[in-house]
Structure formats: C-alpha cells, structure tokens
C-alpha cells in the first residue's frame, strides 16, 4: 500500500503519534474551508466533441450519449456480455481507457495507482479532483489503521489528505481514529454500509457521483429519463384516472374521457341539508363529508357504512 515503513514497537509508537496528532489537531483547526458552491460542484465536458452525429427527428440527441446510456443499461441489468459486444460493434467505449484503469485499481484496492491514474483522465476541475483524491485517501487510511499502520496512516493523514483541504470535519473525525480505533470502524462502517462487498460498491457509488457524468455515465441514467419521461405524460394527461402501475413504455399515456367515472354508483343518505364539503383520508380508507345542517359523517369507502357521525 505504500505506507511508511514501521519498525518500532507499539507502545513507543502511540507515544509518538499522540504527540504528533496534537500538532495535527492544530493544524486541522487552521484549515479554512473550501468553497462548496453549487458552481464549484457542477460537472464540465473534458473538451468539446465537434460536430457529432445525432438521432431522432430533432437533431439534438447525440448519437454517442445513446449508446453509451444503452451501453450503461445493458451492464446494470446483468447484461455485461451484450454490453461488451455493444461496445465492440459500435466503437464507443463506455468509459475511456484511464478512466476504465482507474476503476480496475479502486476494484483492486489499489490507492497509490489510482491517485496517480485520477490525475490522468483528464478533469478540469480542481475541486473534482481533490474531492476524488479525498475519498481515495481515506480508503487508504482506513486499510492502513486496519493494518495496524499507525504512523503510515498518520503520514497519510497530515501530508496527503489534510493539504487538500477538503471536508475538513471529515479530517477531525479521521484524526480521532488515529486515538480511537473502534471510532474507525464505525466512521468506516457508516460511511460504507456494513459489509466488504456493499461497502466498496457504496464506495464506487460516491466517487461515481463525484465525477462528471461525462466521464462516468450514472448509475441507472436510462431509467431515470424514462421515469422523467412517464412524470411528463403524467402531468400533461387532461384526464388523468389510472394507476402508475397501468403506465406502458410501448405507447404514449393518455387517458380518455371515458376514464371519468360518469356514472352514480352509490347515494349516502345522511345529511338533511346541503352537503358543502367533502375529503378522503389519506389512505382512501375513509371519506368525510360536512353538511350546511352542521352535521360531520365519515364512511367508510369499501362499504359506504357509516363509520361514526358528529353534530357541531
Ligand atoms: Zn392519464
């Protein structure tokens, strides 16, 4: 992991790194922190494409963009054959070759190759950067206090991740570890979700965020623009009356008139004067109905019995 060489014994060891954490507190404390605006974190293309080749009648969906949205698809559904293939056969590849490498050492836990191939994939933003490094370190951290590495963890801490100054209450909680290494586990475990396996796939998932979509297609982006699809027709469907779970991608959703119930299908014979006001319940277990007599009733929808009624 390319931590420091340790060689002296644990007591003599936690003597020097309390005395050093003390300095590290120190210098924590004076870290101003860095700007977060939405700016800052807002994703921007490596460089621009040219003229690129598009689909669709409107000329505005690039044709890369698709398939590497389909290509994405096609791995999250379990489909990573077909998605090679897509790759093959179209020529687009999903991720660049560095970015490709820098997934291959985060799968193989390899912090020092990363942080160097990190640098390499071309991301124009300096705050990107540091956030990305950040998390990487703190990977390194941890694996190196699991160790039992405590002055690489310590050399880690002060001369890595702390000049970045990024997330510096992070840094505080991690300096804690260096005393407290149960406090470790736990920032470990609640940062990461429990075991390895959800852990490094909770751990991708954040430096997947991090990047540009650019770079790194989201997680699940094709499902996303077909749900902000349906929420469209959803919205724009005059006489909306079906369920969510009637909704077809085969066909654009539109009600029909005939959908508004027009039909009398029950009388609710309580009230003696003019019924003003009406509402369900929340879970459409019950209506309540209030009448000019002063007289509240609430039913009950399956059955349309009286539940109880009250008089003001
Ligand atoms: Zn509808």
């Known amino acids: 992991m390319g931590g420091v060489e340790n060689s002296e014994p644990p007591l003599k060891r936690v003597k020097v790194s309390l005395g050093d954490l003390k300095n590290l507190v ?4 004076r870290i101003v922190p860095v700007s977060s605006s939405l700016g800052d974190l807002m994703a921007r293309p490596l460089c621009s494409q040219g003229a690129e080749e598009t689909v669709g009648m409107k000329g505005v969906i690039k044709k890369q ?9 096609l791995y999250s559904l379990g489909y990573v054959r077909t ?29 020092e190759e990363s942080l160097v191939t990190l640098h390499k994939i071309g991301l124009s933003d300096e705050i990107t950067v540091k956030r990305a490094s950040f998390l990487l370190l703190e990977q390194k951290f941890f694996d190196l206090l699991k160790e039992e590495n405590l002055m690489a963890a310590l050399d880690t801490l002060r001369n890595e991740i702390v000049p970045l100054s990024v997330n510096v209450g992070r840094v505080r909680e991690l300096a804690s570890c260096i005393i407290c290494p149960s406090q470790c586990m736990a920032l470990r475990i609640s940062s990461q979700d429990g075991t390895d396996a959800n852990s490094r796939s909770r751990f991708k998932e954040k430096l997947e965020k991090l990047l540009p979509a650019a770079v790194m297609i989201p997680e699940r982006r094709l499902e996303h623009l077909v749900e902000q699809a349906l929420d469209v027709q959803r919205d724009a469907c005059v006489f909306h009356n079906t369920l969510d779970s009637e909704f077809s991608l085969y066909v654009d959703h539109q009600c029909g008139r005939n959908q508004i119930p027009s039909h009398t299908l029950q009388i609710l014979q309580a009230h003696k004067d003019e019924v003003w006001f009406l509402q369900f ?24 019995l009286k539940a109880f009624d009250c008089g003001l």
């Not at 090679?84 to 193989?108: F, P, W, Y």
């Open 26 to 29: 120190d210098e924590v404390s």
């Open 83 to 111: 998605g090679a293939l897509l790759e093959e056969e179209s020529g687009i590849r999903l991720h660049s070759t560095a970015v490709a490498l820098l997934l291959d050492q985060v799968q193989g836990e390899k912090w």
């Open 65 to 73: 963009e698709v398939v590497k949205i389909i290509t994405r698809a």
């Open 281 to 304: 319940s929340h879970n459409g277990k019950y209506l309540a109905s209030a009448s000019r007599d002063h007289i509240t009733v609430v039913w009950e929808v399956k059955n349309f």
